[in-house]
Every structure is written in structure tokens, then in C-alpha cells.
């Protein structure tokens, strides 16, 4: 298994310019989330799904947009692109739907936005 | 709502001392308590987590931690620290009544020096 994998590695960006990252994983998992980890601040939940069709706001949605049509994949969009969203950017996934289940990261999306 | 705070942004150790990484949560009901480790341009990977029965709780490279539920804390430790356990460790809590998302600390970079 790949695992959780995200695309782009790295992606500079104007102001107001948009983007999509990737996020696939291949075990079948449920639940997927994206974070972003900013220096000294740990990671914030962007959004998460539950399940293919379902997503949810996390602690810091605005600004971003995600779809689930699929269970392997969950996108998150950026519209209009501000030095704010400057970040790390993580997709993780865990199976199931009860609270025990760990979570599985991908490598990360660094992204600066100029 | 649940949180978790990580006291020490940075904690240095010699090789071959052990090492303690402090976490210390709070949530309304049981918590389930998780550790994660992240090395450098890496994503973050599960070490161990509580969930119920045993305080003590063995995970991954030999880390273990001890769930205090009187003092609400969940501290990382490993016997002897090896220079390849550098990295940033993040502690998570889940309150399991609300079945939310995992909340993370900020984070403490662990140096072990040779």
C-alpha cells in the first residue's frame, strides 16, 4: 500500500491565485482530514469526511473548500490564494467510525503564497 | 471542549539518558490519548495510544507512556534516548461522547545529543 499520498510537494502562489491539493490513500479508510501546520502552533483541522459525500468544517475552514465523491479521494481547493494559507498543508485518513482509530498522514504540501 | 497542552517547545537529552515529553489534556468525559512523531519534511506517524485498561502503554521504537487520569496527563517516555528519536512529538486528544476529531498539541522538538 502507497498509503496516504498528496500532490503537490511544494507550490508557490500569488495573491488570489487558486489551487487544488490532492489527497489519496489507498486503505479504505472512512474518516479523511486536511491540516495545516504552521511553525510553533502544532496543527489546525481544515475539514474533515466521514465518508464518501459527507464533509464537515474543522477549526479553521475559512478560505478552503473539499469534496469527498470518493472514498480514496479528498481534495481541498483554495480560491482565492492569500499570504495567510502560507503553510504546511497535511491530508490524513484512519478507518472506521469510532474515536479510537489512529490516524495515518500523508508527506505534506508546503505552500507559499507571495 | 477538549484540549491538550504540550509545557516544553523544546526538551534536550544526552544519549543514552531518558527522556521525558510532557502532555497534559482536558476534556469532559474518558479521554483517548495518542502520540505522534514527525521528522524533518515528513509527515506525522502514530507511536501508541490510550484508549482503556492498562495506564501503561507500549508503542512504536520502544517510546511508552503513562496515563495519569488525577494529574489529566499522558507524558511520553523512553528509557535510554537514541540520537535518531530527534523530532517534534505532538500529543492528541479525542473526548469520545462527542466522537470529534483528533486536537493536537503544539507540538515539543526532542534534540538528543550524542
Known amino acids: 500500500n502507497a498509503g496516504v499520498t498528496q500532490t503537490p510537494k511544494f507550490r508557490i502562489l500569488k495573491i488570489g491565485q487558486s489551487m487544488t491539493l490532492q489527497c489519496t490513500q489507498d486503505m479504505n479508510h472512512n474518516y479523511m482530514y486536511w491540516y495545516r501546520q504552521d511553525p510553533g502552533m502544532g496543527l489546525k483541522l481544515i475539514y474533515y469526511s466521514v465518508g464518501a459525500g459527507i464533509t464537515d468544517k474543522g477549526e479553521v475552514p475559512n478560505g478552503y473548500n473539499v469534496s469527498r465523491s470518493t472514498t480514496e479521494d479528498f481534495p481541498l481547493r483554495l480560491e482565492l490564494a492569500a499570504p495567510s494559507q502560507t503553510s504546511v498543508y497535511f491530508c490524513?485518513?484512519?478507518?472506521?467510525?469510532?474515536?479510537?482509530?489512529?490516524?495515518?498522514f500523508g508527506p505534506g504540501t508546503r505552500l507559499t503564497v507571495t | 471542549a477538549q484540549s491538550v497542552a504540550q509545557p516544553e517547545d523544546q526538551v534536550n537529552v544526552a544519549e543514552g539518558n531518558p527522556l521525558t515529553v510532557k502532555c497534559t489534556y482536558s476534556v469532559s468525559g474518558n479521554p483517548y490519548l495518542f502520540w505522534y512523531v514527525q521528522y524533518p519534511n515528513r509527515g506525522l506517524q502514530f507511536l501508541l495510544k490510550?484508549?482503556?485498561?492498562?495506564?501503561l502503554v507500549k508503542g512504536s521504537y520502544g517510546f511508552e507512556a503513562e496515563f495519569n487520569k488525577s494529574q489529566t496527563s499522558f507524558h511520553l517516555k523512553k528509557p535510554s534516548a537514541l540520537v535518531s528519536d530527534s523530532a517534534l512529538y505532538f500529543c492528541?486528544?479525542?473526548?469520545?461522547?462527542?466522537?470529534?476529531?483528533?486536537?493536537f498539541g503544539k507540538g515539543t522538538r526532542l534534540s538528543v545529543i550524542a
Open positions: 490524513a485518513s484512519s478507518y472506521g467510525t469510532g474515536p479510537t482509530y489512529e490516524q495515518y
Open positions: 490510550y484508549i482503556t485498561g492498562d495506564n
Open positions: 492528541a486528544v479525542r473526548d469520545p461522547p462527542r466522537n470529534t476529531p483528533l486536537v
